[in-house]
């Protein structure tokens, strides 16, 4: 079945770069409606970006212009390139994947995603 795994989490200071990656295995990241969430202490996980199976991406408000989401479907895998972090970007980093095709506004709902990543953390002080 199909298994989601992310990499590229760390501890980075103010204002550095990271780039998460989220390999699709057993299956192929090409037909799949995929988002980057995440989820800081004690608060509830949040839509990052959203990128559906024509490759159309969205963003929320507080990563726009700094994060961007991509795919590669020769590799099978989803990125994260994420820039000039920020202390409120901290949290644990999850990819999820949906097979439905669905319209991007319902993209942010964690509930229609069935297939997700076990997360990686970012730190950023």
């Known amino acids: 079945h199909v298994q989601l795994v992310e990499s590229g989490g760390g501890s980075v200071q103010a204002g550095s770069d990271l780039s998460l990656s989220c390999e699709v295995s057993q299956g192929s990241v090409g037909p799949y409606c995929m988002g980057w969430f995440r989820q800081a202490p004690g608060k509830e996980r949040e839509g990052v970006a959203v990128i559906d199976s024509d490759g159309s991406t969205n963003y929320a408000d507080s990563v726009k212009g700094r994060f961007t989401i991509s795919k590669d479907n020769a590799k099978n895998t989803l990125y994260l390139q994420m820039n000039s972090l920020k202390p409120e970007d901290t949290a644990m980093y999850y990819c999820?994947?949906?097979?439905?095709?669905?319209?991007?506004?319902?993209?942010?709902?964690?509930?229609?995603?069935?297939?997700w990543g076990r997360g990686t953390q970012v730190t950023v002080s």
């Open positions: 999820a994947g949906t097979e439905w095709l669905l319209p991007q506004r319902r993209l942010w709902n964690i509930n229609e995603y069935n297939i």
